[in-house]
Structures are given as structure tokens and as C-alpha cells.
């Protein structure tokens, strides 16, 4: 056995006459499992005839122009990375009884080997084959960037601050008088690392539900851990500095804190950095989700809190191919797309402001313009992957309303969502905006024509519309 073999996918990638790797991230129910199971259906169904509605792909120019022949799904290219569940997302959207699909968790690829003619004109062969990588990974995991320049001390002072204060101190109770109890220069105690985990973990996931919905929840695997439930690696918490500290020189080598400090750096070491290297770094295409929608109904509090984690994660994107953590980050993202979801959960009348107000956000994300300016393409847009609603007018305001179901509800009926504003930010005082979870709809075209959607055509000529030209 040879182990210096190459990689048989780096082998494989080279018969395609061009090769795309696109990520699609998000913060935890932004949208990536939809979007990734409607882009692949869309792709799968871009041959059915075009007198039928819907046309997903419409805005996409290889699909306008009728150059994209076809689509198949690839199964034998990297086998021992975990393939995108898109059979069975796609038979529970088109269920008899059609549901959403279940969260997901990790990272999960998906290879598509597209079949495009070129633009007349262009001096190519007649055909060719384009392979298009997908890989869904969660957006929490880009936020340990942060982590990666910051010694156990430092990190610890901020996510104490930040627990200390409002709104997250009345959910940091227990485990911060746990901490109060712990001598840090005691010796190092498996199960007492593995409580203060526990209590510590329990708070992060207090923060991210209901009612307070934040996401700015560090460490991101804590909260989804995915391959690595249960390990080691994760029996740490942020610590106060002990006696020790404050003054003379380090703790004791076997001390809680100086293994709860160790335990960090392995995490970054082990976890943090081979997620770039193994992952992150092959991405040449990226789209960010984000559930504008949903945070604007909230309000301020996960509203603001979300833009910081967001902020967080678009610093994976500054550095250019010369940039400080360039060799960790791997090749440039040449584009990038901000993408606002669940775009048919606004009234057709306000998703230009729906775009607006995310083109706000994101400059508000980007302070000093460093993204902008970093050499990689930045579009904004807002999409609904798969549209569960649909557009009316009422007949006496002539304002555009939808008609949906919401859970519980027998039929459709119509509904007025309020207004979506276009200023950054909100005036949150005057906001009226409605978020109902809407039921997503039967109908059998779906099945062979692709999902309707809104604007996903757009966005992926965005992102791979040079990749098809
Ligand atoms: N109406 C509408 N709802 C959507 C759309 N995309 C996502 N949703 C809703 O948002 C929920 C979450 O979508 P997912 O695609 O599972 O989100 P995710 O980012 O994969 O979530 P995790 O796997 O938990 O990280 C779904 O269950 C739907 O209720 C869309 O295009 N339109
Ligand atoms: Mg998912």
C-alpha cells in the first residue's frame, strides 16, 4: 500500500472541464438545508418542459438560454465525507403530507456533474462537464475564528463580561455561581471538568432559545458538536483568573485552571484549525443565509445579537490571499453572496426593502468596508428557497398580501404580514412586521418541475454563472 497516493478526488476533479466548490453556511436554522435540497432538485428537474410552472432556475443564464442540458448527482467522488441527505429532505418536502425538514447538524457535501453547452460564439467544445461540489456546514463554526488569536485568559474575559451582563446574566445563574465554588488552583478533576462543561453548555443553549433567540454562543460546537458528542475536547469552560494570576505568575501545572486552559488550546488546535484546512479551505464560491425574517420579528435583542455573530463570521471572509491568516483560510473566496431567506414570508410590495434593509445590516456587519475592499465579489440579495406562500392583492387597499397556512390551520387563507421596513436599523418602536411559521403546501408538479421560488435563479448566476458560461 502506497500512502503517498494521491487523493483520489484531486484526481477525479481533473477530467471536468471546470470545477466549482460552493459553500452554503448560516446560523442555525437560517435556511441551508432547504436552500442546498431545492437548489439540487432545481438542478435535477432543469429539463422539464418550460411551458409548466414553477421555473425555479429562472435568472439563471444557462438555464434561460437553454444551454444547461442536464444534471446527475455524483456518489463516487469523495466517499468518506458524509453526503447531503437530499433524497430523503426532497421525500419529506414532497411527502404526501409535506413537512419542512429535520435540523441537521455538521457538514454534509454533495457532488453535481452539470451538462452545459457554451454561449455561441465561444471557441469550446460543444459540451461540457462542470463539476459543482455543495457543502452545508454550520455558520456557528466560522465564529471560532475568533478564537484562533486569542490565548484562554483573553477569551475567557470576554464571554465572562458578556455573561455578566444583560440579557444574558439571568441565564448565566448557574453556572456562574458553580464557577464561584471552584478552587482553580485545586487539581485537575475529570468530573468537575466535565460539570462545569454541563452547566456551561446548558446556559449557551438558554441563549439560543426562546425567548431570548441569541447567537452569539461561543464556543460554536458546543452548541453543535455533530461528530464530536460526547469528547473530551469539549469538557472546558471560560474561567476567572485564579489567585495566581492576578500578580504573581502562572497556576500550578495540574491545576483545573491550567488544564481547563489546555483543554482550549486543543480544541483550537484540533478542531478549530482542521476545519479550515480540511473543509473551509476548498471553497472558491460562498452564500451566507440569513434569517432576516424571523430576526426582525424578535426584535432588537436578537436582532443586534445576531449581527454581532454575523460580524464574526464575515471575518473568515477579509483576508485576501496575502492576508495574516491566509494560509489557514486556504485559496480566496472569489464571490460571495448575503443572501436574506424566507423572502415569501414578506408581502411581495416590501421585499425590495427586505433587500434594503439587509444591505444595511451587512454594511453595518462590515465595519470600515474591509470586506468590500478585500478583493473578493460581495452580492446582497434576499430569496425564498421554496415558497410556501402566495402573493394577492386586496381588492380594497390594492396592498400586496399573502396567503398562507399557518401551523394549526386547515386551509390557506390570507394574511398580512405588516410592513418590512428598508431603513437600517428598524425603528423597532414602530416595527409591526409578523413571522408565522408557515406549512409548506402540497403540489404534485413540485416533483418534476422543482420547487417555486423567489429570486434563487438570481442568485445563482451570482455564484456560478461564469462556472456555466
Ligand atoms: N417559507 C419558507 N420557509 C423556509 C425556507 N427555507 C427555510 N424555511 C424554514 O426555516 C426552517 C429551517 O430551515 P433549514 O433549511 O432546516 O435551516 P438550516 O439552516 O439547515 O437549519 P439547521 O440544520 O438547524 O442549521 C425550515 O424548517 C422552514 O420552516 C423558505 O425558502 N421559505
Ligand atoms: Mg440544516
Known amino acids: 500500500l502506497n500512502l503517498s497516493l494521491p487523493d483520489p478526488f484531486d484526481v477525479a476533479r481533473r477530467l471536468f472541464e471546470s470545477d466549482t466548490t460552493l459553500g452554503i453556511t448560516g446560523l442555525a436554522r437560517s435556511g441551508k438545508t432547504v436552500f442546498v435540497t431545492a437548489l439540487i432538485h432545481a438542478l435535477l428537474k432543469s429539463g422539464a418542459p418550460r411551458d409548466e410552472t414553477p421555473a425555479p432556475l429562472a435568472g439563471l443564464a444557462a438555464w434561460d438560454e437553454e444551454r444547461l442540458l442536464g444534471a446527475v448527482v455524483r456518489d463516487d467522488l469523495r466517499v468518506t465525507v458524509p453526503q447531503f441527505p437530499y433524497r430523503k429532505t426532497l421525500a419529506t418536502l414532497l411527502g404526501d403530507e409535506p413537512a419542512w425538514p429535520p435540523s441537521t447538524d455538521g457538514i454534509a457535501e454533495l457532488h453535481l456533474e452539470l451538462h452545459v453547452t457554451p454561449r455561441p460564439g465561444l471557441l469550446r467544445p460543444s459540451r461540457r462537464r462542470v463539476l459543482l461540489t455543495l457543502v452545508d456546514y454550520p455558520g456557528e463554526w466560522l465564529v471560532d475564528l475568533a478564537l484562533l488569536d486569542k490565548p484562554f485568559e483573553a477569551w475567557s474575559e470576554e464571554m465572562l463580561g458578556l455573561a455578566r451582563q444583560a440579557p444574558r446574566a439571568s441565564l448565566a445563574g448557574d453556572w456562574l455561581r458553580f464557577l464561584q465554588g471552584l478552587d482553580l488552583e485545586q487539581p485537575f478533576d475529570a468530573g468537575l471538568a466535565e460539570k462545569a462543561a454541563e452547566l456551561y453548555t446548558a446556559y449557551l443553549r438558554r441563549c439560543s432559545e426562546p425567548p431570548r433567540h441569541l447567537s452569539y454562543n461561543l464556543p460554536g460546537r458546543f452548541l453543535r458538536p ?224 422543482g420547487f417555486p421560488a423567489w429570486k434563487l435563479g438570481s442568485a445563482l448566476q451570482f455564484l456560478l454563472g461564469e462556472a456555466l458560461a
Open 226 to 449: 455533530a461528530a464530536l458528542t460526547g469528547s473530551p475536547v469539549l469538557r472546558f469552560c471560560p474561567l476567572p483568573p485564579p489567585r495566581a494570576l492576578r500578580g504573581r505568575d502562572a497556576p500550578p501545572a495540574q491545576s483545573l485552571y491550567a488544564r481547563f486552559r489546555e483543554t482550549y488550546d486543543r480544541y483550537r488546535a484540533e478542531v478549530v484549525r482542521p476545519f479550515y484546512r480540511d473543509h473551509f479551505a476548498r471553497l472558491d464560491r460562498q452564500i451566507v443565509l440569513v434569517d432576516v425574517p424571523t430576526a426582525l420579528s424578535r426584535g432588537e435583542g436578537a436582532f443586534d445579537d445576531m449581527g454581532a455573530t454575523l460580524a464574526a463570521v464575515l471575518e473568515n471572509f477579509r483576508y485576501g490571499a496575502n492576508g495574516p491568516l491566509a494560509w489557514l483560510l486556504g485559496r480566496r473566496v472569489e464571490r460571495l453572496l448575503f443572501v436574506a431567506t424566507k423572502a415569501d414570508h414578506v408581502a411581495a410590495d416590501d421585499r425590495g426593502n427586505l433587500e434594503t434593509l439587509t444591505r444595511g445590516l451587512l454594511h453595518r456587519v462590515d465595519r470600515g468596508n474591509v470586506l468590500r475592499t478585500a478583493g473578493t465579489r460581495l452580492g446582497v440579495q434576499a430569496l425564498a428557497a421554496v415558497r410556501a406562500t402566495e402573493d394577492r392583492r386586496r381588492s380594497d387597499t390594492g396592498r400586496s398580501i399573502l396567503v398562507g397556512r399557518r401551523p394549526g390551520d386547515a386551509t390557506a387563507i390570507p394574511l398580512e404580514p405588516g410592513l418590512v421596513p428598508a431603513r437600517f436599523p428598524p425603528d423597532w418602536g414602530r416595527l409591526d412586521y409578523r413571522f408565522w411559521d408557515f406549512q409548506l403546501p402540497r403540489d404534485p408538479r413540485w416533483r418534476d418541475h
